[in-house]
C-alpha cells in the first residue's frame, strides 16, 4: 500500500522557518518523482517544488531563493525547507509522488500558517 505520510506544518511568524516532511513507502520513492503542492482557501492548488529520482529540482517562481526540496534516499523522505515565510505562503501543503509530470499518489496534507 502506498502511503506518503507529512509532518512539520504548523505556526510561524512572518519571516521564520519550517521544514516540512513526506516519508513514502520504499518502492514508491525509489521510481517516482516527488513534490510539494499546496492550495490557500479559495485558491487553485499550486504545484510549489519537485525533485527528480536523480535529484534534479524545479520551484515555483514565487518560493524561489526561499524553500529548497530535498530528498533523503536512505529515509525514503523528501524535504521541504522554506524560510523567509510570508502570509501569503499559509496553505495546506500535500506531498506527492508523480510520475511524467502526473501526481499518482498523496499525502493527507499539513497545515501551514504565517502569522503574526
Known amino acids: 500500500q502506498v502511503q506518503l505520510v507529512e509532518s512539520g506544518g504548523g505556526l510561524v511568524q512572518p519571516g521564520g522557518s519550517l521544514r516540512l516532511s513526506c516519508a513514502a513507502s520504499?518502492?514508491?520513492?525509489?521510481?517516482?518523482?516527488m513534490g510539494w503542492y499546496r492550495q490557500a482557501p479559495g485558491k487553485q492548488r499550486e504545484l510549489v517544488a519537485t525533485?527528480?529520482?536523480?535529484?534534479?529540482?524545479v520551484y515555483a517562481y514565487s518560493v524561489r531563493g526561499r524553500f529548497t526540496i530535498s530528498r533523503d534516499n536512505n529515509k525514503n523522505t523528501v524535504y521541504l525547507q522554506m524560510n523567509s515565510l510570508k502570509r501569503e505562503d499559509t496553505a495546506v501543503y500535500s506531498c506527492?509522488?508523480?510520475?511524467?509530470?502526473?501526481?499518482?499518489?498523496w499525502g493527507q496534507g499539513t497545515q501551514v500558517t504565517v502569522s503574526s
Open positions: 525533485i527528480t529520482t536523480a535529484g534534479i529540482t
Open positions: 520504499r518502492d514508491i520513492f525509489s521510481t517516482y518523482s
Open positions: 506527492t509522488a508523480r510520475r511524467f509530470g502526473v501526481p499518482y499518489y
